[in-house]
């Protein structure tokens, strides 16, 4: 299984992205051949022994122990007991010298508090990674801690990279695959595929299959299909479309269903046993025919794994949590800290208890449950959001002052959000003002006009900005623009933080980037763009569900309405140093439009072309 870096759906290497259209350049790894699995004896003892599912009986756990969930949140000084608080004013010098810019009141709260387990809960650009720098830099100069006794997990291997330009070199600063990958080297000879590689394997799955499961595969695909071509007809009887989606649904649908089933199920620690439940918890045909195919496949795919000494990044996690559990580990980590931690999954979870439990050692995670954006990856909010029922008596100290974005747009971004009553209630408060930055454009109905009015604000914006960021749900929205406007991509996904739109007639528009709005998370300019704001099945919010067959081992993120595109409207909104654009169409606004409309009017500009 694999995901479009750019929108996030799921993706075949070598295939086209059904959203986006980009397309993934690394061929698939060749599956090494084998006769079935079932047909060779093999005496080696498998790798991966079946995992025990705990997570609903752990917050019970904290909760007999406490007698309740505690917390205590943080917010100004006077929280603070007077020795913490005497330790903040002894060390203001520091604080003011530490990073490169002084911190502030709630920073200086954050590197300071010092329980066995503290949550720092964040807002968009109140510098969350910049406060974790400062505290482990803290640690080691006033508590007298070890860089090497520190642990700082990240989920990406590009925030490590940051973070090992900013921190002591002694600490030692790890993705949790890279963590699980040296606890699994030190007692297991196993090698671990890449996450695509399961693709390789359902190949060799479906070319061995028998009869009755390629016409179940069929049968399913056939309904599958069936349901998105009604509704795509009766929204908009878009032919094209419509031949574009059924050859991607055809051609790449099926096996990434499989392989994300697969993935979720391993990451959310369900075991075998679980299909004979799911099947008879269902009267759904397709979802049987679904379920059916996927326990055949899963234990093809164990054995498989098995047989060649292999293990997938599920197996890396969960086995190094138990290897970690069992026979503990070489380095005493007295702190561990973890950024990003809204991006937690139910493995990365595990393996943060299985450290802490056999080190002691003391716990910070910082985070902004607001930008959670990746509930379809298996992270589960509930760890960030209910964090005191998973780890005893925390501190939560909230970081409330954001230094990027002006006060009147926190505050469209922040009651959009808070719609979710799930979500934690935040202050989010800048120095800045700026009347009416949220801007919601109605361009001309004809397209040619349409295009050369957004062309026409780019090139303005360019002008008066360092930077213009256009944001789109799908790449594929980017691209239809850019296509039609005689501009150029240059950029490296991998490499570059930002990629940039070039005109090649106009010298002068070098400083225009884009991005989708998933993958511009962590990233900040001047203005900001966000295409497409219609309703539509491809618009945004995206109206493109994942299959329904997922929802028996998807995490619960999606409990409110659009939650989760509502989160990354606020990503995308959030980016902005001034201005949003927003370039919908009024004869069809994308639901947020409206919702802006009727909540924050007053906040607004709205600029109608005809
Ligand atoms: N105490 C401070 N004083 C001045 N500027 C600050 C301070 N803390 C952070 N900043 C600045 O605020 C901006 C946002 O910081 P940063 O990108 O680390 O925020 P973030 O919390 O990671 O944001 P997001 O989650 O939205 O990506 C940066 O330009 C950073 O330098």
């Known amino acids: 299984m694999d995901f479009c870096s750019e929108c996030g759906s799921m993706i075949l290497n070598g295939s086209k992205c059904p959203m986006c259209g980009c397309i993934k350049t690394a061929e698939t790894k060749e599956v090494k051949k084998t006769p079935r699995p079932e047909k060779k004896k093999t005496n080696k003892k498998p790798v991966i022994e079946t995992f025990t599912k705990d997570i609903k009986t752990e917050p019970e756990k ?19 007991d007077d020795k913490t608080r005497q330790e903040l004013l002894a060390n203001d010098k520091f604080f003011k010298t530490v990073n490169s810019k002084p911190l502030d ?3 200086k709260i954050a590197c300071v508090l010092d329980s066995k387990n503290v949550q720092i809960i964040a807002g968009a650009g109140t510098g969350k990674t910049f406060t974790l720098i400062a505290k482990i830099k803290y640690l080691i ?3 007298h801690v070890r860089p090497e006794d520190i642990l700082c997990l990240s989920f990406s291997n590009t925030s490590v990279r940051d973070l090992k330009g900013k921190l002591p070199e002694n600490v030692e600063i790890r993705t949790f695959h890279s963590l699980g990958r040296s606890v699994i080297k030190q007692h297991h000879k196993v090698s671990v595929i890449e996450n695509n590689e399961i693709l390789a394997i359902i190949n060799d799955y479906l070319a061995n299959a028998n009869t009755d499961t390629l016409k179940d595969i069929l049968e399913f695909c056939d309904s599958y299909f069936l349901n998105i071509e009604s509704y795509i007809i009766r929204r908009n009887d878009r032919k094209e479309l419509l031949n574009e989606l059924k050859e991607a649904f055809t051609k790449v649908a099926f096996k990434p269903l499989l392989a994300d089933f697969i993935n979720l199920f391993k990451g ?3 075991t075998k046993d679980y299909f004979s439940y799911f099947r008879s918890s269902n ?11 996927a326990e055949d496949f899963y234990s093809y795919y164990q054995k498989y794994l098995d047989m060649h000494q292999q293990i997938d990044f599920n197996d890396m996690i969960n086995e190094s949590s138990k290897l970690i559990k069992k026979y503990g580990l070489k380095k005493h980590y007295r702190y561990i800290l973890v950024d990003e931690y809204q991006d937690t999954t139910y493995t990365n979870y595990n393996l943060i208890k299985s450290l802490q439990d056999k080190t002691d050692a003391h716990l910070t995670v910082v985070g902004d449950d607001w930008q959670s954006i990746y509930g379809f990856r298996g992270t589960n909010i509930e760890f960030f959001s209910h964090f005191e029922e998973y780890f005893e008596n925390p501190q939560r100290i909230f970081i409330e002052k954001t230094y990027r974005n002006p006060q009147e747009l926190i505050d469209i971004a922040g009651s959009f959000i808070m719609k979710n009553p799930k979500q934690i209630r935040k202050s989010l ?14 361009p001309q109905k004809n397209p040619i006009e349409k295009r050369e009015m957004i062309y026409n604000l780019i090139k303005d914006l360019s002008k008066k900005s360092e930077d213009v960021l256009i944001l789109g749900r799908t790449n594929n929205n980017i691209n239809q623009f850019i296509k039609h406007r005689n501009l150029v991509k240059k950029g490296n996904l991998k490499k570059d933080k930002f990629l940039r739109i070039l005109d090649k007639t106009d010298k002068s528009m070098n400083n225009v980037y884009y991005r989708t709005l998933h993958s511009s998370k962590g990233l900040e300019a001047d203005n900001v763009i966000i295409i497409n704001m219609v309703d539509d099945y491809l618009g945004f919010p995206s109206k493109l569900k994942t299959h329904s067959v997922l929802n028996y081992v998807n995490t619960k993120n999606y409990d409110y309405k659009y939650s989760e595109e509502r989160r990354l409207f606020y990503v995308g909104l959030t980016r902005s140093k001034n201005n949003v654009y927003l370039i919908s169409d009024k004869n069809n606004p994308s639901e ?4 802006l409309i009727d909540d924050s009017l007053e906040n607004l500009e709205i600029i109608e072309y005809n």
């Not at 007698?67 to 603070?80: N, W």
């Not at 009267?283 to 195919?293: C, E, G, N, T």
């Not at 947020?592 to 919702?595: C, D, L, M, P």
Request: hydrophobic residues 30%; positive net charge; glycine residues 2%.
């Open 592 to 595: 947020f439009i409206e919702e």
């Open 429 to 442: 408060k800048s120095p800045k003002n700026l009347k009416k930055p949220v801007k919601i454009i109605y």
């Open 268 to 270: 959310n620690n369900f």
């Open 283 to 293: 009267d759904d045909k397709d979802h049987d025919i679904f379920l059916k195919i």
């Open 62 to 80: 904290i909760a007999s122990k406490n007698g309740k969930y505690l917390k205590k949140d943080y917010k100004s000084i006077d929280d603070l």
């Open 105 to 107: 009141t709630q920073q």
């Open 141 to 143: 100069a006033k508590k």
